[in-house]
């Protein structure tokens, strides 16, 4: 067990080929064999030629540019490159469409009928038109515009609607909508 080991360390450490020296040959040894001298030899002239890559190794200094990302010799890892390979086509704009309460009927013509608070919960109640109600929470869109309900306070509704500007933009706003706006009124 333990020579198959140290074999197969030794085979790891033997250089598989020839081996290139950046610079100019270092002096043998004193006491060193010279090549040629037996069966050692190579594996002595193999180790050597590792303590020489691994000197060369030692004196580099890194620098930033070594760690650029260039197209031909050093390459990111972590970089997917699926995106090369596939035909994405031209682009479509698709408009995301929110499922909403009311989704047929305009804000202007949901009434809020009741607002429930004093929970962690709180809830309204809107009534369409043809007087169908539906109770809503937090978070739910209401009506054609997808108006989100932001906030439920004990007198109102907050909800945010989104409104595209003359050059595309899209910008949020805020309107309330009070409980009983006839009786506010007067």
Excluded: C, H
């Excluded at 035909?87 to 469409?97: A, C, F, M, S």
Aim: proline share 8%; no cysteine; charged share 25%.
């Amino acid at each position: 067990m333990r020579w198959t080991s140290l074999l197969l360390v030794g085979l790891a450490l033997v250089p598989w080929g020839p081996v290139a020296q950046a610079g100019p040959p270092l002096p043998p040894k004193p006491g060193a064999k010279p090549a040629g001298a037996g069966p050692s030899s190579s594996a002595a002239a193999a180790a050597e030629a590792l303590q020489q890559r691994l000197t060369i190794l030692r004196r580099k200094v890194l620098r930033d540019e070594d760690f650029n990302e260039t197209d031909d010799a050093n390459r990111d890892p972590f970089r997917s490159f699926t995106g090369i390979f596939t035909d994405r086509g031209p682009r479509v704009n698709v408009q995301q469409i929110v499922p909403s309460i009311f989704g047929k009927f305009a804000l202007e013509e949901l009434t809020l009928i009741a607002v429930i608070t004093g929970d962690a919960n709180p809830r309204a109640m809107f009534r369409d038109p043809s007087g169908l109600g539906q109770v809503i929470k937090r978070g739910d869109y209401l009506s054609k515009s997808a108006a989100r309900v932001t906030k439920i306070l004990s007198d109102r509704v907050v909800l945010e609607l989104a409104e595209v500007a003359a050059g595309g933009e899209t910008r949020a706003l805020e309107k309330a909508i009070l409980v009983n706006p006839e009786g506010a009124e007067k």
